[in-house]
Structures are given as structure tokens and as C-alpha cells.
Nanobody, 128 residues
């Protein structure tokens, strides 16, 4: 019953934009932090961004995407978004969303070990 489904990936030229969506079911979205992660071929999955439970509205971005990516949530639509602008070839990866198992933390982390439910991933390719 509990699941997260990513969508919105695709192929864009450098400098282009994409908006990824993570639609969840089976749990109350506003009680948990949600993270975005990515994995390129042959590389380990890495954190990208996260957003806290809705009571605190805390967000975090790794340095490589700061200023280019924006994470947001719409609890009424059970969806978390990742707006990606000024995309670079280095952003090419499969992007995953996941749920931090701890409710009501008031903050978030991109450490993978705290996330117990993951989506299937959506491919983002940045190439000319």
C-alpha cells in the first residue's frame, strides 16, 4: 500500500529544465521528511535534496545543485516536487525519492540510511 512513484524525467540539453514529481500513497505525507537522491551508472546513490515534515518547512540541498534545484511539497496532492534548472551533463542519473522513516522531526537529511521506502526512479539525461 505504501509507495512512492517518481515521474517527470527525460532528456534535455545543458541549461534546460525539468520538474520531477514524487507522488506518494499509503502514508500521511506531511508527517515525514522526503528526500531526492540520484545514481549515475557505476556510481553510488547520492543525496540531492530533502524537505522536512510540513510543520517546519526546512529544506536542504547539496552544494552541487544549490541555486539550481528547488524542492517543494503539496500535501493536498500527496506530491513532492524537484524543480531542476540550469541542468548540466553531470546531473545525468536515475533520480529517486524516498521517505525518512522518522515522523515529525522538523528537519531533514540526505543520509540514505534513514530512508526506508523508495520509489522506482526516473531517468534524467542532460546531453547535447
Amino acid at each position: 500500500q505504501l509507495q512512492l512513484v517518481e515521474s517527470g524525467g527525460g532528456t534535455v540539453q545543458p541549461g534546460g529544465s525539468l520538474r520531477l514529481s514524487c507522488t506518494v500513497s499509503g502514508f500521511t505525507l506531511d508527517r515525514h521528511a522526503i528526500g531526492w537522491f540520484r545514481q549515475a551508472p557505476g556510481k553510488e546513490r547520492e543525496g540531492v535534496s530533502c524537505i522536512s515534515d510540513s510543520g517546519s518547512s526546512m529544506t536542504y540541498y547539496v552544494d552541487s545543485v544549490k541555486g539550481r534545484f528547488t524542492i517543494s511539497r503539496d500535501n493536498a496532492k500527496n506530491t513532492v516536487y524537484l524543480q531542476m534548472n540550469s541542468l548540466k551533463p553531470e546531473d545525468t542519473a536515475v533520480y529517486y525519492c524516498a521517505r525518512d522513516w522518522r515522523p515529525y522531526r522538523g528537519l531533514c537529511t540526505v543520509a540514505k540510511g534513514w530512508y526506508n521506502f523508495w520509489g522506482q526512479g526516473t531517468q534524467v539525461t542532460v546531453s547535447s
